[in-house]
């Protein structure tokens, strides 16, 4: 399967995120033709900016909001496939800039799809929102792709939206199942790993920690999150991409991508296994936070698994010691980002191969 994306002209927004950042590096690796657009580099330092992505790929800035400069960059690039991850992706955020939350979530999907409802070539579109997209009732079981989109968060609200928006375009432009634009979105849970240095995300905040010595607080100890390395949804939008190729079937399709869900733990477990690995961290629980975050947020990803045949590589132990070993790496032995980045890829995909999982090779 990976050998299908050798020489495909890929488009990816929102590149220089965490998560843009590490499937450019994916596929350039594979030997794809790949195109970034974003606006900006969020954050300082960056794991695009340490591993020189823009030497790589073809790096290009555009507000997506902004749908002239962004179908003209698509009908000039003339993609074979399209990654959609731009987002204003932080929860905290939304509450401060729910605006720009809306607009970027949105209105940069919606861009998006207009800009495709002009295109006339054959492309397929991996349109990526959130497991936050559903509303969230504190249910002990996990959300399937068919239940009830919400967001009590402007966050969750637009990621929501931004689905919609995506299955009304589906029903109204794109509705054939041979149409020669063929689109899915999927939803990813709790996405951690090297190379993340987001504001108010629990693993750059505690690594932000352990490097200066100080103590990280915990504001929601008992949030109980489904937690990945950043290379499990990856894998999943691959092979997805892949599959849409083969079956117009999937064409509209939304499908969750998340964790086995013996690896669902809290906050606080989490901080407790990272400290295993980097010592000298410490943490303070301090419940005193009064922005709504959910307490329980689990994914059913059944689907992927019986439809895709995906499956989820890495146990909790395993991604722990992945992202421990990515920032050791980087801050006291000073390896270079794209080095640590391509073997933790390499090691993943062998982990992969060695557990059966035929859709790496």
Request: charge should be neutral; charged fraction near 25%.
């Given at each position: 399967m990976l050998s299908?994306?050798?020489?495909?002209?890929?488009?990816?927004?929102?590149?220089?995120?965490?998560?843009?950042?590490?499937?450019?590096?994916?596929?350039?690796?594979?030997?794809?033709?790949?195109?970034?657009?974003?606006?900006?580099?969020?954050?300082?330092?960056?794991?695009?900016?340490?591993?020189?992505?823009?030497?790589?790929?073809?790096?290009i800035r555009c507000d997506l909001t902004n749908l002239n400069d962004f179908e003209k960059i698509i009908n000039e690039i003339e993609p074979d496939l399209i990654f959609h991850l731009a987002a204003q992706s932080l929860v905290r955020k939304s509450y401060t800039d729910p605006v720009t939350t809306f607009k970027t979530n949105l209105f940069g999907t919606v861009n998006l799809l207009e800009s495709l409802r002009k295109y006339r070539k054959e492309c397929n579109v991996i349109i990526i929102?959130?497991?936050?997209?559903?509303?969230?009732?504190?249910?002990?079981?996990?959300?399937?792709?068919?239940?009830?989109?919400?967001?009590?968060?402007?966050?969750?609200?637009?990621?929501?939206?931004?689905?919609?928006?995506?299955?009304?375009?589906?029903?109204?432009?794109?509705?054939?199942?041979?149409?020669?634009?063929?689109?899915?979105?999927?939803?990813?849970?709790?996405?951690?790993?090297?190379?993340?240095?987001?504001k108010d995300r629990i693993v750059p905040d505690f690594i932000k920690a352990w490097q200066e010595n100080n103590i990280i607080k915990l504001r929601n100890p008992k949030a109980t999150r489904p937690w990945q390395h950043v290379l499990e949804p990856l894998s999943g939008y691959l092979l997805l991409s892949y599959k849409l190729s083969k079956n117009n079937n999937l064409h509209g399709e939304a499908f969750n991508f998340g964790p086995n869900a013996k690896y669902v733990t809290t906050v606080e477990a989490l901080v407790k296994k990272l400290s295993l690995y980097l010592t000298g961290s410490k943490y303070l629980i301090e419940e005193n936070d009064q922005l709504y975050e959910s307490g329980l947020l689990k994914l059913n990803c059944d689907k992927a698994i019986n439809v895709l045949g995906w499956s989820s590589v890495l146990d909790f132990d395993e991604t722990i010691e992945f992202i421990a070993e990515w920032y050791d790496n980087y801050y006291k032995k000073s390896v270079k980002t794209y080095d640590i980045t391509i073997n933790q890829i390499l090691k993943y995909t062998d982990l992969a191969k060695n557990r059966g999982l035929e859709w790496f090779y």
């Open positions: 299908y994306f050798k020489n495909k002209k890929i488009l990816i927004t929102g590149h220089t995120g965490f998560k843009g950042s590490w499937l450019c590096l994916w596929l350039n690796h594979l030997g794809a033709q790949v195109v970034g657009v974003s606006d900006v580099i969020p954050t300082n330092p960056s794991h695009f900016e340490t591993t020189c992505l823009e030497d790589k790929i073809n790096d929102t959130s497991d936050k997209c559903y509303e969230n009732l504190e249910w002990e079981w996990g959300y399937k792709e068919t239940d009830k989109l919400g967001g009590a968060d402007p966050y969750s609200a637009s990621k929501a939206t931004a689905e919609i928006a995506m299955q009304s375009y589906v029903k109204s432009f794109f509705k054939d199942k041979n149409n020669h634009i063929k689109i899915c979105s999927v939803r990813a849970g709790n996405v951690i790993g090297g190379g993340d240095w987001a």
